[in-house]
C-alpha cells in the first residue's frame, strides 16, 4: 500500500455519508494499526467506462455507431487512482472529457453507486462536466451521498432508480486520531511533536481538535468546505431549501424536482441522453438555417433557385451549378479589377485638381504682392483752370504777348 494512498486518507476533508464511512473505516484501522496490505489490482470491472447504443440500450463495442457514454462513479470517490483498483475522479474526467470529443457519441452518463468520498475528488469532475459540448445525465443506482450528490447536481438531469435510493448527505466532516502533542503512554513509550519557535501556529487546527477544541478545525476547513458545496448545490439544484442542506440522507421519493428530476430504468436514463442530444442539434441546426439563410442571398439567385435545402447543416450542388458559381465569381474578380482601375483614375484625377489648385493660389499672392509696390498705381490728369481763374489766366497770358 503506497503511502501517498494513506496520506490521501487521513489528511483531506470528507464529503461521505455514515455508512460508507463506516464501511471504510475498519479497512483504514487496518492498514494503520496492523500493517494491512492490499494486493495490487487492475481497475475494477464495475469502475470502467464503456458504451451504450443509443438504438438499444446494450453495451456497444462497435465505435462507429452513435453511442451514449458511460461512466461509473461508483464505491468511495478518490481523486487520485489506487493500486486497490480504485479509479480516480481525474481518470474519470480525462475518459468524460475524451468521449466528448468523438463525433460518434452523442452524450454521457454518470452511472452513480456511491456514497462520496474526498472533498478534493469533486472538482476533477465537476469541471471537467461544466466542459462537455454534450448532453450528460446522472442515475443513481442505489445512492447518490455526500461528494457523489455533489458531482452529480452538475449533470443535466438526474434519475433515480427506485423510490428508495439514499439521495443527499450534504456537508463536510473530518475525522482523526492521535495523541495530544506530548503524551505518555503506560508502555513506557512517550509521543512528541515538536515545532520550531516561529511555527507557531502549524497544524493548529489539529493540535487542538485532539485536546477537544474543535473550534479551529472548524473556522479553517470544514465550514469554508462545507459552504462551498452548500452554494453549489444551490446554484446546480435551484429547488433545493435549507431542509435539504444540513446533511440529512433522504429517500429519492421525498425529493423528486428537488435533489433529483425522476425516477426511472437505466433505460429511461440512456431515453434522457438522446433526447437531449436531439434537442440540442435542432437548435444547433436551426441556429445554422437560419445564419445561412441570412448569408446567402445572393447564392441561391446565382443558382437560379428561390432557396437552397439543407440536411444537417449541409446542402450539394450538382456540375452545372458549380459552373454557374465560377462564371459568378470570374464575373465578379473582373468587375473588382474595373472599380480598382476606375479607383485609381479618379484618385489621379484628384492630384491633378489639386495640384493645379495650389498653383492658382500662388499666382494670385503675387499679384496681390505687385500692387502694393511704389508706382503701381496710375498717374492722374490735372483738370484745367475754369471761372475767375480762367479769366485771369486769359489776362496774363494777353500782357505777355503785348510786351513780345
Known sequence: MHYSFIKEIITSSWQIDTITLQQYAPLLRGILTLGLQFEREDADEICKSYRISAETPVKNQDSRKLSVFVQPVKGILMKNDTNSGIIGTKTM?????AADKDSNIIGHILFIESGGGQSSAVPELSDAI???????VAFVDGCMCSAAMYVGSYCQQIIASRQTDSIGCIGTMVE?????????????????RIYADD???????????LTGDFKLIKERILNPANQ???????????????????GRTFKASEVVGILIDSIGDFKTAVD??????????NNHNSKNMTENKMKLTALPAVLALTELAFEDGQTSLNEEQIEAIDVALSAGNKATAELASANENLQNANNTIAERDATVKTLNE??????????????????????????VYCSVRDELKGKK
Open 93 to 97: 474526467a480525462k475518459n468524460l472529457l
Open 130 to 136: 461544466k466542459q462537455l459540448t454534450k448532453p450528460i
Open 176 to 192: 482523526i486520531s492521535g495523541f495530544p502533542k506530548f503524551n505518555k503512554e503506560p508502555d513506557g513509550y512517550t509521543y512528541v
Open 199 to 209: 511555527a507557531t501556529e502549524k497544524n493548529d487546527e489539529f493540535e487542538t481538535a
Open 228 to 246: 462551498q458545496f452548500v452554494n453549489d448545490i444551490k446554484t446546480n439544484r435551484p429547488n433545493a431549501r435549507d431542509e435539504h442542506l444540513k
Open 272 to 281: 434522457a441522453v438522446i433526447e437531449l442530444s436531439k434537442s440540442k442539434n
Open 366 to 391: 503675387e499679384i496681390a504682392a505687385l500692387k502694393k509696390q511704389p508706382g503701381a498705381a496710375p498717374a492722374e490728369a490735372v483738370d484745367e483752370p475754369d471761372g475767375e481763374q480762367t479769366n
